[in-house]
């Protein structure tokens, strides 16, 4: 039962992070088999080892520490530290007329 309100909580809490009018942002795994966890912690549950190759969709900010992130559809948490250089999104350029 707690795992299922945790999942909810976390869903809900990407959803806001999504509705919240930001673009989110698309990054990398800075080294092969960096952790996404359930929580933001090292002593939690290990959701999934990252690859370098891996899209990791940075939600938002958790605190100075930790990303909440979204891979494969899957939320957890990842040590901001571990994260390549955010990718922006692609912006649309407005060309001026003359």
């Given amino acids: 039962m707690k795992k299922i309100i945790l999942t909810l909580a976390l869903a809900a809490q990407t959803a806001f992070g999504f509705a919240d009018g930001h673009q989110a942002v698309t990054a990398s795994a800075r080294y092969e088999n960096s952790k996404m966890y359930r929580q933001p912690g090292t002593s939690t549950e290990v959701l999934k080892a990252l690859k370098s190759s891996d899209e990791i969709v940075v939600v938002r900010r958790y605190n100075s520490a930790w990303s909440i992130v979204t891979v494969d ?9 571990e994260l ?9 350029q407005v060309i001026a007329k003359k």
């Fill in 84 to 92: 390549a250089k955010p990718i922006k999104p692609a912006t649309h």
């Fill in 73 to 81: 559809g899957q939320v957890g948490y990842v040590l901001t530290a």
